[in-house]
């Protein structure tokens, strides 16, 4: 059973701080890496896709892939109110993407 | 911006009744899938399609049923609908020619049966 872990927290951090989400995946062969935003009662947003080991920066965010640790996270520098939502970690070795349950983030002014 | 859209965006049904959700997308990919998520839950893969004529069940058991005869169009079928169908359905499309590419999301199917 391929496996994508979160911590479901919430997450809470001050505005203005730097946000970390973590994610371990199971399946050793897992080739693409992608974080999604989600609103509450919305659908699930790209935000950052990562295919290899090392750091991706895309203005405030930066996603961190590890394979040899099967870790991936995502910074989020400078986090302001509207980055509270549930974060939702990907993983794809195959065709079919497997979604982590999501860490919820809360940013307060 | 994705070209990936879901009709209706709201439904209320009764019991017993049929109804068909629709998923359409206007970017050429091979790939679909359908997600059933409760609010505050995780995501569940409850069908996919590799191509036109492709369908597969996903991780989820689904009452449901799907077809795939255009590349652009993926509906989601229930045949005869329960309470316990209630939920969020989204659709999602990705390229096919490189694997793991990333999904992109329609807006979203809110089901609710009463």
């Known amino acids: 059973q391929k496996e994508v872990e979160q911590n479901s927290g919430p997450l809470s951090v001050p505005e203005g701080a730097i946000a970390s989400l973590n994610c371990t995946y199971s399946d050793r062969v897992s080739q693409s890496f992608f974080w999604y935003r989600q609103y509450s009662g919305k659908s699930p947003e790209l935000i950052m896709s990562i295919y290899s080991n090392g750091d991706k920066e895309d203005g405030r965010f930066t996603a961190q892939l590890n394979k040899a640790s099967q870790y991936v996270s995502l910074l989020i520098r400078d986090s302001q109110p509207s980055d509270s939502a549930t974060y939702l970690c990907?993983?794809?070795?195959?065709?079919?993407?497997?979604f982590g349950r999501g860490t919820s983030l809360i940013v307060h002014p | 911006e994705a070209d990936i859209y879901q009709t209706p965006r709201y439904l209320v049904i009764g019991t017993g009744k049929k109804i068909t959700l629709e998923c359409s997308q206007t970017m050429g990919h091979d790939k679909m899938y359908w997600y059933q998520q409760d609010p505050g839950m995780e995501l569940h893969l409850i069908h996919y399609s590799y191509g036109v004529n492709s369908t597969e069940k996903g991780d989820l058991s689904s009452e449901s049923t799907v077809s795939r005869i255009r590349t652009e169009h993926f509906p989601l079928t229930l045949e005869s609908a329960r309470p316990s169908h209630t939920s969020q359905y989204l659709c999602a499309s990705s390229e096919s020619f490189t694997a793991g590419t990333e999904a992109f999301f329609g807006q979203g199917t809110r089901l609710t049966v009463v």
């Open positions: 990907a993983v794809s070795g195959s065709y079919i993407p497997t």
